[in-house]
């Protein structure tokens, strides 16, 4: 028995010790695709090592050193940093390119976003150096706690708000690991008491309202939930069987491009070019991907502060929407697009990367061609007894001739 037994397993060491043809053929697949892996990754090290071997390259790091090494002052290095970075982003000579501070950065991504992590409150200082709440967010936890405009903060877990600076109030607001927030308002003379849950604070980005049958969308920035918050006021403006559309997108200075698809979506055919992209290496057409549901008169406001996003929006309905008026000043003219690079200390870079184009090719450029013309040129009441809105009144009055 034993001797059968050794006999077999001897059997199953030498049938182990052999392979199939299959198993011949996908083992040297998998040595080939290995082979080219490593051959990347060794490319990649090797692009990166002479990128760090560059003499200029070394010349910044050699000055940093020498700077923080030898200078009579403190260095500080992150200060450093910072204005070695901003002085090559400046260096580019394009407006659109440059740095933003840890602050700048936060408000920045804030307003991209469309949502932070708070009580949805703004504050500033007033000439007494009172922090002064000037804003609170629709649902939010402050106004939920029953928080108004112009009640003054005197102080947040005991931070006396008279003492510190409105960025770091807020920031502590935002990254404060307590789950509750005790907060000492002054109001009318009194002083409140509240503790208010932090939670994520949307921001509304998109208003609507009716007025004699006509609809009214007011878009004041592009963040990633405003395509979302557009269709839903859309759909309720619809759901009232409106006869004409306003859009308003004056004072609007763009932000997420990604966000522009959706939103035009429900006005035009499937497979509508939108806009069009450039970069260095290659070109891209933005087209509709679904089918349009309105077909209604439009009106949509523009100004010399309406950029980026808001002039897609608008020339896209400019140049393939059959029953369209633009009403106000000419846009801004910016048709290029930035990236956003994150840095270790909190602060950011913004360099542009493409430019874009209308459906039909044009580059709307501020120092070339300027902006997108409106077909209805209306000027912004100055008087200051003017209380009537010239331009939405414009197209309140073109829309209900056309019903």
């Not at 053929?25 to 060794?42: C, E, H, K, N, T």
């Not at 020498?66 to 204005?83: P, R």
């Not at 806009?275 to 349009?292: C, D, F, L, P, W």
Request: proline share 1%.
């Amino acid at each position: 028995m034993r001797k059968d037994k050794k006999k077999r397993i001897r059997n199953k060491k030498k049938r182990r010790e052999s392979y199939s043809f299959t198993e011949v053929v996908f083992l040297s697949f998998m040595m080939a695709l290995l082979g080219i892996l490593v051959g990347i990754l060794l490319c990649y090290c090797k692009i990166n090592i002479l990128d760090s071997s560059d003499a200029k390259l070394q010349e910044i790091v050699s000055t940093y050193n020498n700077i923080v090494n030898n200078s009579y002052s403190n260095i500080d290095k992150d200060e450093l940093a910072d204005s070695a970075i901003s002085g090559m982003v400046n260096s580019l000579d394009d407006s659109y390119s440059n740095f933003l501070s840890e602050e700048e950065t936060k408000t920045f991504n804030e307003s991209i976003n469309g949502y932070y992590e708070g009580l949805g409150i703004t504050i500033t200082k007033n000439d007494k150096g009172d922090t002064v709440i000037v804003d609170v967010a629709k649902n939010s936890p402050a106004s939920k706690a029953g928080i108004k405009v112009d009640d003054i903060i005197v102080s947040i877990d005991n931070k006396d708000a008279n003492k510190t600076e409105i960025f770091d109030l807020s920031d502590y607001v935002s990254k404060s690991g307590n789950k509750y927030l005790n907060i000492k308002i002054r109001r009318d003379n009194k002083i409140l008491e509240y503790n208010i849950k932090r939670a994520k604070v949307v921001v509304q980005s998109v208003i609507s309202e009716v007025n004699d049958n006509i609809g009214y969308l007011d878009i004041n920035n592009f963040a990633l939930n405003t395509g979302k918050q557009f269709n839903k006021e859309l759909d309720k403006l619809m759901e009232k069987n409106v006869k004409g559309l306003i859009i308003d997108l004056r004072d609007n200075p763009g932000g997420h491009l990604g966000q522009v698809k959706s939103m035009v979506e429900p006005f035009f055919k499937k497979n509508t070019v939108i806009y069009q992209i450039k970069g260095k290496h290659r070109s891209v057409k933005v087209r509709t991907s679904a089918k349009n549901k309105i077909n209604i008169p439009v009106v949509i406001l523009i100004n010399e502060n309406s950029a980026s996003a808001s002039e897609i929006v608008a020339s896209c309905f400019k140049e393939n929407y059959k029953n369209v008026t633009l009403v106000g000043k000419m846009t801004y003219g910016k048709g290029t697009i930035q990236k956003e690079v994150k840095l270790s200390t909190g602060s950011s870079i913004k360099y542009t990367t493409q430019k874009w184009l209308t459906s039909k090719g044009v580059w709307l450029n501020h120092e070339k061609n300027k902006g997108l013309k409106p077909d209805v040129e209306v000027d912004v009441c100055k008087d200051e007894k003017c209380e009537k809105d010239m331009q939405f009144e414009k197209a309140l009055e073109i829309l209900k001739k056309s019903r």
